[in-house]
């Protein structure tokens, strides 16, 4: 089994190159090929952010410093199903911090953790224009509104069944 992850991983790093040659040497061609990183690899660890920095010959530091600053890159993987609770005024005001406390309590991960098994990934974000509907969240691109702790439970409860059924159905 090591050896197929290997080789997805290397196939991965020859896509990574194939991107970087089609961007190297246009102006403002970091962000670019880093969103495409990401999207090939889910997140840009260490060894994908060197090898870019490498190819489009630019410091290290450099894809660190956009990596860590924008909030759309992310250095760790994410889960299966990504929980994103709004913390913007309107939101905050009607409860999101109770909800996201409550979530973080439920999934046992801190605020920009992945659970252990890979299925949940909780963070939190500013306003996603969804004001009246506060307090809100999203699960990858479904948007949960007029929640309270109790309602934010029980949706990521029925993410969890969802996540055990896939499981139990590719054994």
């Excluded at 290290?60 to 889960?79: H, I, M, R």
Aim: hydrophobic share 40%; proline share 4%; with cysteine.
């Amino acid at each position: 089994m090591g050896k197929g992850v290997c080789v997805c991983q290397s196939e991965k790093f020859k896509q990574l190159e194939q991107i970087i040659a089609e961007q190297k040497g246009q102006p403002g061609s970091l962000i670019p090929v880093m969103h495409d990183a990401q999207e090939l690899f889910g997140h840009l660890p260490l060894e994908v952010q060197a090898a870019i920095a490498e190819g489009l010959d630019v410091p290290l530091a450099d894809v660190y410093g956009v990596a860590t600053f924008y909030s759309k890159f992310t250095l760790q993987p994410k889960g299966k199903f990504q929980i994103n609770v709004c913390m913007g005024t309107a939101c905050y005001v009607k409860g999101s911090q109770l909800i996201l406390d409550k979530l973080a309590e439920m999934l046992q991960i801190s605020v920009g953790e992945t659970t252990a098994d890979g299925i949940f990934s909780l963070d939190a974000t500013r306003c996603i224009g969804a004001c009246g509907l506060a307090p809100v969240m999203t699960v990858n691109n479904q948007v949960y509104g007029q929640l309270t702790v109790e309602s934010a439970e029980k949706i990521i409860q029925e993410y969890l069944l969802r996540a055990r059924r896939d499981i139990n159905a590719n054994l």
